[in-house]
T-cell receptor, first 115, second 114 residues
Framework: EDKVVQSPLSLVVHEGDTVTLNCSYEVTNFRSLLWYKQEKKAPTFLFMLTSSGIEKKSGRLSSILDKKELFSILNITATQTGDSAVYLCAVPNPNYGGSQGNLIFGKGTKLSVKP | DTGVSQDPRHKITKRGQNVTFRCDPISEHNRLYWYRQTLGQGPEFLTYFQNEAQLEKSRLLSDRFSAERPKGSFSTLEIQRTEQGDSAMYLC????????????FGPGTRLTVT
């Protein structure tokens, strides 16, 4: 069964800390891995990773993919209270006729950043 | 605002009633997706459209659920004979065909079935 597993499920840190969120996946015909940030409502797109070992970076957030070990990490440095959110990892589902777009999401990591 | 919009934002209904939700995607996006999310879970795929064509539907989706996108723009999701287990956040997302994994989500419709 294709699946995405995120860890930890929740994390509490203080402002200024650095955090690492983990996402492991088991999916046939892997194409890409995506990270989303979900605050109160809509998930917002952060990164898409397709190549192993190439870091994607946006400000204090960065992510890298390891296709051999089937996982990705999302790093957030110098955390701020505004980083508090659920961080979701997803991979495209290969099981629906091979067409694109149907995403399998993990349960998410709930990050709480305390002042 | 040129993002994805959904209406209503909240819906409370009694068990057995029918409900309909609307999603307006980003105008230049020709793919539209519906997901369902319950507390502590990631979004779960329901169905998606390429323009007006419904290309995929989750094998777990009950026959009580139906979705349309008649003109390839907005979409509606109808749930007939609602059950308490249908209570969830219903999320709509849209994307371009060539970047279909980069999906932009709406704020969701929270459905509560009493």
């Amino acid at each position: 069964e294709d699946k995405v597993v995120q860890s930890p499920l929740s994390l509490v840190v203080h402002e200024g800390d650095t955090v690492t969120l983990n996402c492991s996946y088991e999916v046939t015909n892997f194409r890409s891995l995506l990270w989303y940030k979900q605050e109160k409502k809509a998930p917002t797109f952060l990164f898409m990773l397709t190549s192993s070992g190439i870091e994607k970076k946006s400000g204090r957030l960065s992510s890298i993919l390891d296709k051999k070990e089937l996982f990705s990490i999302l790093n957030i440095t110098a955390t701020q209270t505004g980083d508090s959110a659920v961080y979701l990892c997803a991979v495209p589902n290969p099981n629906y006729g091979g067409s694109q777009g149907n995403l399998i999401f993990g349960k998410g990591t709930k990050l709480s950043v305390k002042p | 605002d040129t993002g994805v919009s959904q209406d209503p934002r909240h819906k409370i209904t009694k068990r057995g009633q029918n409900v309909t939700f609307r999603c307006d995607p980003i105008s230049e996006h020709n793919r539209l997706y519906w997901y369902r999310q319950t507390l502590g879970q990631g979004p779960e795929f329901l169905t998606y459209f390429q323009n007006e064509a419904q290309l995929e539907k989750s094998r777990l989706l009950s026959d009580r659920f139906s979705a349309e996108r008649p003109k390839g723009s907005f979409s509606t999701l109808e749930i007939q004979r609602t059950e308490q287990g249908d209570s969830a956040m219903y999320l709509c997302a849209s994307s371009r065909t060539q970047n279909s994994y980069e999906q932009y989500f709406g704020p969701g419709t929270r459905l509560t079935v009493t």
